[in-house]
């Protein structure tokens, strides 16, 4: 497979660069209320910014389809931006046009731009070639730093890239290498925990990752489902009954390549889908029918615990729990714990993705003690399920022609 460039640093000086970010950020009463991301893209673009490149950056913000909307305007990313590069940041209230082509232009040597939502216009998710004509006027050299985009063949990430020079930015670049390793060759044994609502929309994951790692471990909703498969009753769990026979071939597939499959081996039942719901632990033929399991138990989290301990690489997507309830996020929160401690310990490289997963992990305060904490959600499930991203294809693509 061919390689995609990345951009450096030290080649920017005085090029106008126009920049692909995902800078998505949730906004609550106008105000940005978790910036990771936005800092993240900035910690990236800075050295770019200091060694004298022209910047003019590129973003979605929510789903506007394709039409100027005031809900959905990226102006209040504008200020968290500008204070996590320590530097003004000019604004342009279109991404295409005279105005903003003039504007990108009359930028000094390290001087950024965040232009307006791209997709207030249709030809951004048609992937349009005509929009992206109009998109490379804001630079002479095309940067995708957008990696939890990369999922989309959009004009701001596709059909850009046959029209400038083409190149990875420095957050791309991080996520890539970061998963490649976790991935494609990870130290082992390498454990994954899948965990989640459900069976049906992690499939493909599931399968690719059987093939990959040397256990995964099943949790969450999904569990259920497996249980189930297993002849275990589970009450009121949720549980997607039609997927049985794909946890048979999961469970076949796991078999050939010599992957173990982890459950948990004991259960927490609630009788009710509530915050401190009574509730009892169980092993697994102890679910009364009138409960639901909501979370693994303490003997499961031990079991889990010392897979980790013996394990070198995890990579995690997917609450082990319906971990936005108490009591029920105790075994998310002690083997988010576990896995942290173990990688500061520096005897585990611990992955990590998708949007729970990361709130599940801040909950924890394990997030920091992760060796790498992706920004991406769908781009990240996608690279699990072993597909080559459109955005990721164009770049490498743009490379060799
Ligand atoms: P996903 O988006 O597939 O990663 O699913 C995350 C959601 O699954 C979270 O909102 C969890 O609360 C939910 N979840 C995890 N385990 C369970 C469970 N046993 N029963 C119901 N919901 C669950």
Redesign the pocket.
Known sequence: MSEFRTINAADVAGQRLVVRADLNAPVQGGKVSDATRIQRFAAGIKPLLDEGARITVLSHFGRPKGERNKDFTIAPILPVLAEALGVSVRFADDCIGAAAVLASENLANGEIMLCENVRFHPGEEANDAGFAVELAKLGDIYVNDAFSAAHRAHASTAAITTLLPAFAGPLMAEEITALIAALEDPKRPAVAVV????VS??IAVLKNLVGKVDAVVVG??MA?TFMLADGHPIGK??CEADQVPTVHEIRELAAKSGCKIILPVDVVCAFDFAPNAKNITTDLDGCPEDA????AGPKSVKVIADVFANSKTILWN??M????MEPFDMATIALAKVAAKLTKDGTLASIAG?G?TVAALNVAGAADDFTYVSTAGGAFLEWLEGKELPAIAALRLAAVN
């Open positions: 965990g989640g609502a459900k929309s992690k969450g909703g259920n769990s949720l639901m399991i909501l979370d997917g609450p729990g319906a971990f936005e998708g729970d």
